[in-house]
């Protein structure tokens, strides 16, 4: 199942570099860089596309991929996530980025050689954390939990906090800078 889903980053990837795009992975694919690995059956995008400019990138998108919901280009516009499918059935969730951190996110990015034949752009550790938190479903803490425990002090806990206060005030959720605090002391103090 794995190997489906490097493919379809992958494929999704090349459009994006074909395209000039800018983008990063993250989600499920980036967990598997920066955490222990557990099944994923999509590949998360990060398409930064500014505000106004979304339909070129939804359509151009689209031209590439199936998508998995009939009214996807409408739902894209209003909600900015394009829900797409890979030919080979791999679900596509595409972020339309247009915020700062999602542009800082995308510029921290670098190259992991998944497996021999997938080279694949992530977000950092740190993003994924914060992209986690913000999300904050019961998975995610999960996620965030053992990504702290594999990357330890490698992380920069201050980019993660400086990123993710700013985020959890616009939705005003404060209390997810508290939960985040409490992973990161359990886990980092020493």
Known sequence: MLIRVY?????????????????CL???????????????????????????????FVDGLMGAFAPRVSNAREVALRGRVLLLRHPNGVALDVALGAFPFEQRTIERSSLWQATAQHELRTCSAEDLVVHKAFASRGQDWVD?????????????????????EPL??????????????????KHLVG
Do not use: H, Y
């Not at 959890?168 to 002391?185: C, G, H, N, W």
């Open 7 to 23: 493919d379809a980053a992958a494929d999704l990837q090349r459009v994006c570099l074909n395209k000039d795009w800018r983008f």
């Open 26 to 56: 993250i989600g499920g694919v980036a967990l598997l860089r920066w955490s222990d690995p557990r099944m994923t059956d999509a590949a998360d995008i990060t398409l930064f596309t500014d505000f106004g400019e979304e339909e070129k």
């Open 144 to 164: 965030i939990e053992n990504v702290i425990q594999r990357q330890g002090k490698k992380l920069n806990v201050r980019l993660i906090l400086q990123e993710l």
């Open 168 to 185: 959890a005030a616009l939705k005003e959720q404060p209390e997810i800078v508290d939960q985040l605090r409490s992973l990161l002391s």
